[in-house]
């Protein structure tokens, strides 16, 4: 299987919900990243943990190696929070980041 | 603050025809790659390079070239551009200090369209 799996696909949310992304590895992995891709294309980095939890305003993302998934929370939801989220993870041998298929949400008011 | 540059941000190709792609960055950073997005998915690794002078291929090399003549600058080349490389490229750059690795800076983007 894919060795980075992200879910949701896509998730609607009203302003000041709470709502989590989650992203499962196939292997263990170094370190992952997340992203919110804005209506430009921009990748605007979000996170980067090598472990633990990191918390950043109304987002936390949580990143657990031993156990293979990264969550990211977004909590008070608000209209600028709309884009595409990835999750990016490094596998444990190798150079190479894999992405995730990316998590679509759209935040109505 | 980092800094990685594309260009051009967008270009359109003929089939068949040759497509440079370059990325500078200011980040002193060793690391850098090249990947593509197709609409509505995540992005895929095509080369990367930890040094000047040399590449590496990534996930999707076919149809892919790159070239790393210093640290700041990488190039992705398409030699016969076509119709399915129609996506937009991404460039990144990193540290890396022995296995430790860090966050990936990315540039803002090339929208390629060959026809």
């Known amino acids: 299987g894919m060795p980075v799996e992200q879910n949701p696909p896509a998730l609607s949310l009203y302003e000041g919900a709470d709502s989590g992304l989650r992203c499962n590895f196939s292997t263990t992995m170094k370190s992952v990243q997340w992203f919110q891709q804005n209506h430009r294309g921009r990748l605007i980095t979000l996170f980067y943990?090598?472990?633990g939890t990191k918390e950043n305003g109304r987002l936390k993302s949580t990143f657990n190696s031993k156990e293979r998934y990264s969550t990211l929370h977004i909590k008070d939801a608000q209209l600028e929070d709309s884009g595409t989220y990835f999750c990016?993870?490094?596998?444990?041998?190798?150079?190479?980041?894999?992405f995730g298929t990316g998590t679509r949400l759209q935040v109505s008011p | 603050e980092a800094a990685v540059t594309q260009s051009p941000r967008s270009k359109v190709a003929v089939t068949g025809g040759k497509v440079t792609l370059s990325c500078h960055q200011t980040n002193n950073h060793d690391y850098m790659y090249w990947y593509r997005q197709d609409t509505g998915h995540g992005l895929r690794l095509i080369h990367y390079s930890y040094v000047a002078d040399s590449t590496e291929k990534g996930d999707i090399p076919d149809g892919y070239k790159a070239s790393r003549p210093s640290q700041e600058n990488f190039s992705l080349i398409l030699e016969l551009a076509s119709l399915s490389q129609t996506a937009v490229y991404f460039c990144?750059?990193?540290?890396?200090?022995?296995?430790?690795?860090?966050?990936?800076?990315f540039g803002p983007g090339t929208r390629l369209t060959v026809l």
């Open positions: 990016a993870a490094e596998g444990s041998n190798t150079d190479k980041v894999v």
């Open positions: 943990l090598a472990q």
């Open positions: 990144a750059s990193s540290e890396r200090q022995g296995s430790r690795s860090y966050e990936q800076y």
